[in-house]
Nanobody
Framework: QVQLVESGGGLVQAGGSLRLSCAAS????????MGWFRQAPGMEREFVAT??????YYADSVKGRFTISRDNARNTVYLQMNSLKPEGTAVYYC?????????????????WGQGTQVTVSS
């Protein structure tokens, strides 16, 4: 069982930065691939970024602006978001998948956090 708690969301102006954190419970954190997804009002949840123990993968819409990283000693995954755009306004969710590879498929993630709101003003 894995429990995930996100933090770091908030209100930021377009062009600004935020860093999201996701703290995970459990002793096997390093075995999980971790992902970030987001859901804007009235929209479906979409993939943002993922990190396994060997690789990272990003949605085209955030590539070059967002960076996903993990600290296995702290059981924490981060999402550094730079050059934020108003279309980035959404609830951001952290997720964990018991896979060795990076995946953008939300169905492969068995554990989800409650989400943290990110609002980007124009």
């Amino acid at each position: 069982q894995v429990q995930l708690v996100e933090s770091g969301g908030g209100l930021v102006q377009a062009g600004g930065s935020l860093r999201l954190s996701c703290a995970a419970s459990g002793r096997t954190f390093s075995a999980y691939s971790m992902g970030w997804f987001r859901q804007a009002p009235g929209m479906e949840r979409e993939f943002v970024a993922t990190i396994s123990w060997r690789a990272t993968y990003y949605a085209d819409s955030v590539k070059g602006r967002f960076t996903i990283s993990r600290d296995n000693a702290r059981n924490t995954v981060y999402l550094q978001m730079n050059s934020l755009k108003p279309e980035g306004t959404a609830v951001y969710y952290c997720a964990a998948a018991l896979t060795s590879y990076s995946t953008s498929n939300a169905d492969e993630y068995g554990y989800w956090g409650q989400g943290t709101q990110v609002t980007v003003s124009s």
